[in-house]
Structures are given as C-alpha cells and as structure tokens.
C-alpha cells in the first residue's frame, strides 16, 4: 500500500488523499511506500568497475580489500601511500557519471566534508579520478553502521537506554561543531557510523548544501531520506537550517529505543518499552514538532536536555528517573574551578537572574513608551543591556581578580573602556557600542577563563612583513598558555583519534608533533576550542605593538628552545623558558615548535573577511599559515614577526599547535554563555 506523507505535520495519509486528515494540507505529489525500497538494480549494460587486490589506484592508493558495495558504486579500504595509513576508497560507478545531479552530490560530499575536523565526523582527504571512475578518499572507520547494528539485533530487542543516550549525545556533538558550517540533511542510521569501541562517526554530507548549488536548484526537489526529514524539509530541501536536523535526530533516537518511526501522533517511547525512562517522551516531542521554532533550537541544547537523563542512567539505571522532571540533577563531574570561583559565579549568574527580571520589567514598560519618548534603537537597547550586566558584574569580579596582576590590568583596560563607551554614547558617537562590547568582554573575562588559557584583550595587531601591512581589529579571546602537550593529546587520541607516529609516551610534556592540520583541528573540536587564526596568534604574541621577541628586540641565546648550533635538538617539555612569556601570558611562541592556524596563507595586508580565516574547502595544495620559531631554526627566524606556510596535509617534528576558544561579542552571546554555565556551577 503507498501512503503520502504531510509536508506540514508529518502525518502519513492514506493512498488517494488529497488534503491531510489530521491538518488539512493540500498533500505534496510525493509517495512514499512504508517498506523500505529495495536496492534499484544496476543496468545490465552498465560496465563492471572492480578494483582488485594490491591493485595500485591513481599511483597513491593500494588496495587491501572491497568493504561493500552499493546500487552506486563501491567503497574499498585502502594503504594511502601519501599519508602512510589505511583509508576508505568510496568510488562512483561510470554510468552514474552521466547523472549531473549524482555527480554533484558525489563532489559536495567532498567539498563539504573537507572542511570537517570532528572526532565524531568521517575526515575526507581528498577527491579524484582512476581512468572512468572518481573517488573520495576519507578516514576507513572499522566497525558498522547503525543501521547494521539495530538490523543485527534479535526479534524485539533494543539497544540499551545507556548505549541509546550516548550514540545521541555524540551525535549531537557531531552536528553541534558541523552546523558552524552546513546542514548534514540527511540524518539516520545508515549515516551514522558505530566504531568497534562504541564511538560514533557521522558521515556522508553529500546533500548539505546541496540545493544552494546553482546547477542543481529546484525547489521541487526534496531531497533526504522521507522518513527522517522534517516536513519544511519535504517542502523545499533547500530552505532549511538546524532545526530541519534536530528533527531527524529525534525519529533516530525514537527508532532505537522502540524499534519503530514517530510516524502520525507517535505512542510516547516510555509507552511501548518500559526500559524507556518517561522523561525522554517530551524531548523527543519537541525534537519532532513539526513546527521549527517550537523544537531544540540547536544540537547544543539537545544534548544539554538530554545530559541530566544520561548523568542518571549512567550511574542508577533508567527507573531511578521520575516520570516528570523540573530540574536538573545535581553533577559533580567535572568541576575544575575553586572553590571561591564557584561561590563568585554562582552570586553572579544569581544577580543576572535578578538583573534579567528587571531587564524584562523595564522592556515591558518600553513596550509602551509615553507619547513624548522615543524608541530606543537596537544599539541602544544593547548599550542598555551592556550597562546593566556591567553593573552587576562589576563589584563581583573584582574580588576575583585580585592577586592576578594581569587580571587586575584587565579590569582596569575595562573600567577606560566603559568610561569612555559612555561618553561616547552621550555624545552620539557611533564606536560607543563597540567600546561598550569591549568592556563587557573584559569584565566577564576574570570568571570564565579556563585555568589552562590566558585572555587576550580585544584591540589591534598590526601584520607587516617586507612588502607592506596593516592592522587588524580583534574582539577579546581566550588562548592555550602552552602548546598541546603528548599527555593531552594522547588522552583524547584514545578516547577519539589516532596517535602521531612519533608520539613518545616517555616525553608526556612535550609539545605534541607530527600532527597535520586536521589532527589538531580534530582536537580543538573535542575541548570545544578552534585553532587561532593568524592574526589571533599574533595578537596573543605581541598585542599591538610588533615587537620581534618578548624581551626585546635583539634574540638572546638560552631564552628559547631555537637552534644555536648544529647539534641535534628536541623540543622541550612546554613552559620551559620564563623569558618567552609573551605580553598575555603564552609559553614557547618564540620557539620550541611552529605552530597551525587555521588561516590560509596570503599575502598582507591582512583581511579577515577576504575568506582567510575560514578556508571554505582545504586539500593537499593548500597553504595554511604557521607562526612561531622552532628548535630547528635560527635565531632571526624565532622572531614574532615571521610568517610560514605548510601545506594542510604536513605532518613534521617541529610543528604542533596551541587552542583558542572566542568570547561572543554582543551582550546577547555573553549573557547566553554565563547562562549555559549556569548548571555546571549551581548543581
């Protein structure tokens, strides 16, 4: 029997229906069959492509052996004798090659997916051609789908809660990181890879963005899966955002719990398995509202929802929860700030409590100024909120910064700010906002900075080279105070990733070392950070004044790990060389290792907005930028003021990385992450 699918509330109308039954919708002309179709099969005249083993494909890749193969083409793993490890060799079949519509999607896949660093997320490497057949190269993941695992599993089993929760959470951190970038579209178990350790790897992003290509556009078109895709989705795939994924998230976290999709009014899950605690029937309801504005507004929030559920399961088992739960449990896993941090932060998110009551109270009475009253301006109100919050936070970070000398400095570059913000407001002048967001940066710094960063100040770095320069305008962030050390990557490696083949277990604090560009973007994901760009290092190195080394202008011999000689050197434990301490607080960026940006390389003067900062589609003839001397170079190339480039793919002993993680800038962002710290602190 063929059904229709609601484009508006996702209900499944019998054959024949023109109008929805439960909404009233004209129905789109799209018929799904409620069993899952079977593999169309390939033409007979289609040609056989098969690689055989040892084969040697585009003088780079050997075969070891077919992994599977579909109605489409075929995915080998593979030796990469470029990177020196084994890969997946996803092949397109000639005849699909005709498809112009296949052939985009096949290059999308690659084009989006390389931009992609995530422990949760398939990496590609690279795309190309053996004589009639193109190919992906991506990372080889040994283990299933979870489309393979739930079809594993005998008659009327389910995964385990536990295991359920977690494949989400992880999917979701997936998904959190990748909607900086696009919209996957595509979300179900097929996608969704099942390491043999457990941990989850969401791949083919084939369709995201898809429909904004110019050779493909129509909006007719629904591309996805129908069963997982949200009805804006099935209405036109090219208009969706986030949301449009939240919702597949939930009818694959409702399919591994029950076995079944949230097809029409879904039965709560709790209802049809009773391991199913009841306080996940409401966060897969607003995961598949089929109004957008009513579900989880982002990945983060999902899985924020879903975190006290899993702190309770993890540890009693899925009945120790309540049928309805108001609040979150209390947690006392990963607390790392004092004692004193958490008493100020907790006062402090309490008395913007308070502040957000009154905001409230006072836009209330905004809402119907006197006749004589102007409205206020976006700016202004923002200026409003900005004073406000400073009010509060203020007199509280003070005491936390005291004893911190270059806290202390903060505080003060805070109060010039906000004075002169404020003048500048009163006088009309346009920067009086954005001296006012620089304030708010600074005051809030004290609190929410990690113990192993720094905090840069929002200002200017100036960029000059032989050629020429200018300067840059950068809001406040905070920074790694050293390079990624062996310990900390060893410990996410085992957790998520693969250990650089000269990892020395016996040099635990060394900086870590024939990493390429996607093993420490991989990682900064994982701790929820970026890598700098290039002119974001350079601000933490000498702020705005382009000094070539933190104690002068002359290099002085013994002040930094930087060749002196012809012997044969090594990096140093980091943190090793007091004199290098740079403006704000950074270890070793004159010397010991270079270091990665994520920045292109170009020349100067340097634009931000030039698509440096953010290389849309990276591939092994990029040039991305490295800064910082390293114990191979001399002294005169340790200055601050030396630019580098190595291609994104490079692995070398003298080039490691170092972490940022960016301060928003609007009063908004900011009162939203004190707002996300909130649980961690008061629980």
């Keep these: 029997m063929v059904r229709v699918k609601c484009p508006k509330c996702g ?3 019998d054959e024949g229906a023109e109008k929805c039954v439960r909404c009233g919708t004209p129905l789109l002309k799209v018929r799904l069959d409620i069993k899952r179709p079977a593999p169309q099969p390939r033409p007979a005249s289609a040609p056989q492509m098969r690689f055989h083993k040892d084969q040697e494909i585009a003088g780079r890749y050997t075969v070891i052996g077919l992994i599977g193969r579909g109605g489409m083409g075929s995915i080998y793993k593979v030796h990469d004798n470029t990177l020196n490890e084994t890969v997946a060799l996803k092949t397109l079949l000639p005849h699909f090659m005709r498809d112009k519509v296949i052939v985009e999607r096949f290059f999308n896949e690659a084009r989006i997916a390389r931009q992609l660093s995530h422990p949760n997320i398939v990496r590609v490497h690279d795309i190309g051609t053996a004589g009639d057949v193109i190919y992906i190269s991506m990372e080889y993941v ?5 489309r393979g695992k739930l079809e594993a599993m005998p008659a009327g089993k389910r995964l385990p809660v536990k295991t359920a929760l977690r494949v989400i959470d992880e999917l979701c951190a997936a998904l959190e990181y990748a909607h900086h970038y696009t919209v996957h579209r595509d979300i179900k178990p097929e996608n969704i890879m099942l390491t043999e350790d457990g941990a989850v790897k969401l791949m083919d992003f084939g369709i995201s963005k898809l429909m904004a290509s110019g050779t493909v556009t129509a909006t007719s078109m629904i591309m996805g899966t129908p069963y997982y895709m949200s009805p804006e989705q099935l209405r036109d795939s090219s208009r969706v955002d986030a949301r449009a994924d939240i919702y597949s998230v939930g009818v694959v976290l409702y399919e591994i719990v029950t076995g079944s999709l949230p097809t029409g009014v879904p039965k709560p899950a709790s209802q049809i398995m009773h391991e199913v605690p009841p306080a996940l029937d409401a966060i897969v309801a607003k995961c598949v509202d089929p109004e957008p504005d009513e579900r989880y507004q982002s990945a983060g929030d999902l899985r924020a929802a879903l975190r006290p559920i899993r702190e309770i399961v993890d540890v009693h088992g899925s009945a120790a929860l309540p049928a309805r739960r108001r609040e979150r449990p209390a947690s006392t896993s990963g607390r790392r700030l004092s004692g004193v941090v958490l008493v100020l932060l907790t006062l402090l998110l309490a008395g913007l409590g308070l502040w957000g009551l009154e905001n409230q109270r006072k836009r209330a009475a905004e809402a119907v100024p006197e006749p004589s009253a102007p409205a206020m301006s976006a700016a202004e109100r923002e200026f409003a909120d900005i004073a406000d919050m400073i009010a509060w936070i203020g007199p509280r970070v003070r005491d936390e910064a ?11 570059r805070a109060d010039t700010l906000w004075q002169t913000a404020q003048v500048a407001s009163q006088q009309n002048r346009p920067k009086a906002l954005e001296q006012a967001r620089q304030a708010l940066q600074c005051f809030v710094a004290p609190v929410l900075c990690p113990q192993d960063m720094v905090f840069v100040p929002p200002g200017d770095v100036p960029l000059r080279d032989a050629n020429g320069g200018g300067s840059v305008k950068l809001g406040g962030f905070f920074i790694d105070r050293v390079e990624v050390s062996n310990r900390r990557f060893g410990e996410f490696a085992e957790e998520h990733w693969r250990l650089p083949p000269n990892w020395d277990p016996s040099q635990p604090d060394a900086p870590v070392t024939m990493v390429t560009l996607y ?31 933190p104690w002068g202008k002359e290099y002085e011999p013994d002040s930094s790990n930087v060749r002196e000689d012809e012997d044969a050197r090594r990096a140093a434990p980091v943190g090793s060389y007091e004199k290098d301490l740079s403006l704000f ?9 270079s270091e990665w940006t994520r920045s292109t390389f170009g020349p100067l003067p340097y634009a931000p ?41 490079t692995k070398a002993s003298d080039l490691g990385f170092r972490c940022v993680r960016e301060l928003p800038r609007t009063a908004e962002g900011i009162e939203a992450l004190l707002a996300r710290r909130a649980p961690a602190i008061s629980g």
């Design 11 to 13: 209900h499944v109308n």
């Design 142 to 146: 040994a283990g299933q789908s979870l």
């Design 402 to 412: 005291k004893g911190n000398e270059f806290m202390e400095k903060v505080l003060k």
């Design 519 to 549: 093993d420490a973007q991989a990682y900064a994901a994982s701790q929820g950070k970026q890598l700098p760009t290039e002119a974001q290092w350079a601000r933490a190195a000498y702020g705005a004044k382009a000094a070539p080394f």
């Design 585 to 593: 607080g950074c270890f070793d960026m004159v010397g010991n290792v």
């Design 609 to 649: 907005g030039d698509g440096r900062e953010e290389p849309e589609a990276p591939n092994f003839g990029t040039r991305i930028a490295v800064r910082g001397g390293n114990y191979n170079g001399t002294p005169e190339e340790a200055s601050f003021l030396n630019r580098y480039w190595r291609h994104y793919g």
